[in-house]
C-alpha cells in the first residue's frame, strides 16, 4: 500500500496551493489522516490532522492559513495552502494513523 501525493511546487509568498493524498488501495481501519512536513534542518511536524469522525486539528503557524479536508474511510485527504509564507517551505508528508506515510512533496515559497 502506498500513499500518493500530488499537488506540490513552486509559489510566489501570498499565492496558494492544493495537495492530494490517496492510497493505492483501500486501508482499512484508519482513524486519523493528516500532513506532516519537514524543513531543511529541522524537525518532521505535524502540520494538520483529520479523524474519520471529522475531529480537526492545526499548528499553530498554520491556522486561519490552511485548510484540512477528506474521507477518511475512503483513505483521501487534502490541504488547501493559502496565504503561503516562506517559512512555510517545506517537503509534506501524507500519513495515515496506521502507520502509512507518502513519499513527500516539495512546497517552495518565494519571497
Known amino acids: 500500500v502506498q500513499l500518493v501525493e500530488s499537488g506540490g511546487g513552486l509559489v510566489q509568498a501570498g499565492g496558494s496551493l492544493r495537495l492530494s493524498c490517496a492510497a493505492s488501495r483501500t486501508i482499512f481501519s484508519v482513524n486519523t489522516m493528516g500532513w506532516y512536513r519537514q524543513a531543511p534542518g529541522k524537525q518532521r511536524e505535524l502540520v494538520a490532522s483529520i479523524t474519520r469522525g471529522g475531529v480537526i486539528y492545526y499548528a499553530d503557524s498554520v491556522k486561519g492559513r490552511f485548510t484540512i479536508s477528506g474521507d477518511v474511510a475512503k483513505n483521501t485527504v487534502y490541504l488547501q495552502m493559502n496565504s503561503l509564507e516562506p517559512e512555510d517551505t517545506a517537503v509534506y508528508y501524507c500519513?495515515?494513523?496506521?502507520?502509512?506515510w507518502g513519499q513527500g512533496t516539495q512546497v517552495t515559497v518565494s519571497s
Open positions: 500519513w495515515s494513523s496506521t502507520g502509512y
